[in-house]
């Protein structure tokens, strides 16, 4: 009974494998009749796939959810402790109730963001730590919620920021980098930038740079003429400016084997205000006298950033910020590209930093490694067939299963980030699986003097079962990815989403592709190919060789040409003119053999 059982089950299968594939022969038959009806799918299909390339939002990564979040907080330049502590501290108010709901299972918070050599304290920063996946909205939910409820703060500016998988720092996924003129320059294209983003912004939030006019410093301005007439140099000035008010090193001694450095630095307590300027002096190099400092220059209190960043060697500000929720990266970018473009003069410099960078120089080498990939599997398919027409018929089937891979993306709402870009590469050696198995069988049948319509439908009915469950099980490894949840269920979906795109449409597109092919390419055999190159080689010999041996027998001087012999195997003979040990061939026989 049990394998009776097993024997019912095996005909059932086996049945419905048969009406597939009855039903899958009867349209091919159909398709094969109307050949010019293929090659317009062929190419609709094309041109299908490069609108789908146009419509399909790209950017480095997917937005994972990594369990974690950051919010970073920044007040007014010259903030003091005090002052963030008490907006630190009704942020941390304000987040309790996500404690208290299990969302968050820990808050910390902290002021100042960062310790460095200044006495800055007008940042902070709150880590949140998630509960597991199942047990919470997603993080991109949450994030959301708090940037509401801190969105009324009118003394700070706080944003949630999620530390994504590429990336050694905690960064905002939008950094835009401006350069190319002085720092002046550089902030009248920085405050045009901001306010056509102002303007019409649909797609950037929380956005910041890191040149801000707010750090309080004082100009030093030299009255050249005065400084002129009592003969005191712009290098004096410097260096009396730099030892009073900072410190220089003149000298070392050495003591006890030690070396020590000797420096020299005006006493810190005559240099609280600007007015203790009038206090300095210096000396005159035509009368020897101290001249009041006081007097040959001017103090102008100004406005200016704290550092002064450089990139790529060139003055630069960077902009940086959040995409807006079903913005991807590539979207923002070419929108800002295109605000400098319309807006900025020619001279600005653009440049990208952190993931922004990283984004660029992986759309750059997707198309390197794509044809590079191409270039390989063709290489070994022609070794496996003899061939080179061939394996032209499968790799037809990558920009086939292409256009499936674009069209599961776009229907499943997906990007094209590195993760579809390695699926991508993937799909050259799946689409080409089914085209090695027909065109393969259908070259033995053919060298056997079947022909050519009825080997591909004999290959097609006999590889349809073997390519089907090859397909059911590719698409089948495909759903575990697409079904997972958690930690980097993002990343893991839009690889299986490529995957099983790819097998539900990669069994048509081998025939599809051969008929967009001539006829008279598509029916040859392998002998019959090489043959047919080996043809056009003797003929395009010949044609170059019957002006060179003109000239020989003008001239009496041997042409440097080679002739190819064929024979009925089709293989070759090649015998070059200049060697004397071999007769000179009939030029009219050789080419009738060769068309022939």
Known sequence: PEDAGKARLAHAVDGVFDRIRNGYLWLLGGALAHRWVIGLVFFGILGGSYWLLQKIPDEYAP???????????NGPEGASYAYMKEYMDEIERRLMPLVESGEITRLLVRAPRTFSNFAIFNSGIVINVLEDWDKRRPASEIMQDIRKRLSDLSGVRAFPVMRQGFGKRIQKPVQFVIGGGTYAELTEWRDVLLAEIEKSNPVLNGIVWDYK????????MIDYDRAADVVVTVGDIGLSLETMLGSRRVTTYIEEGEEYDVILEGERGDQRTPDDLSNLYVRSQRSGQLIPLANLVQIEEVADSIKLNRYNRVRAITIEAN???????????????GLVREHLPGKVIIDYKGQSQDYKASAE?????????????????????????????????????????????????YTLNIYSQIGLI?????????????VEFANQLRDAGQEFHAALLEATRVRFRPIVMTGITTASGSLPLLLSSGAGAETRAVIGTVILSVALTSFGNQVEASETLPEEIRSMT???????????????TVSLGLPGLAGAQANKKPPNVVIIFLDDSGWADFRPFARPDYPTPNVARLAREGCR
């Not at 006019?213 to 030093?220: A, N, P, S």
């Not at 067939?385 to 229907?411: D, K, N, Q, R, Y």
């Not at 993937?426 to 027909?438: D, E, P, T």
Request: glycine share 10%; charged share 15%; no cysteine.
């Open 365 to 413: 080498s997707i198309v390197f490694v794509l044809m590079l990939g191409g270039v390989v599997v063709f290489l070994v398919l022609a070794a496996q067939f003899e061939s080179w027409v061939h394996p032209l018929v499968i790799m037809l089937t990558v920009p086939l299963a292409m256009a499936g891979a674009l069209l599961g993306l776009h229907l499943g709402g």
């Open 323 to 337: 995409l807006a929720d079903g913005l991807a990266l590539g979207d923002a970018l070419a929108y800002l590209e």
């Open 526 to 540: 392998n002998k019959q190919t090489r043959r047919a190159f080996l043809k056009m080689a003797a003929l395009s």
């Open 213 to 220: 006019e707010t750090k309080r410093q004082l100009q030093v």
């Open 426 to 438: 993937m799909l050259v050696g799946l689409s080409a699986k089914n085209g090695i198995l027909i």
């Open 63 to 73: 937005k994972e959810d990594r369990g974690a979040f950051f919010v970073l907080v």
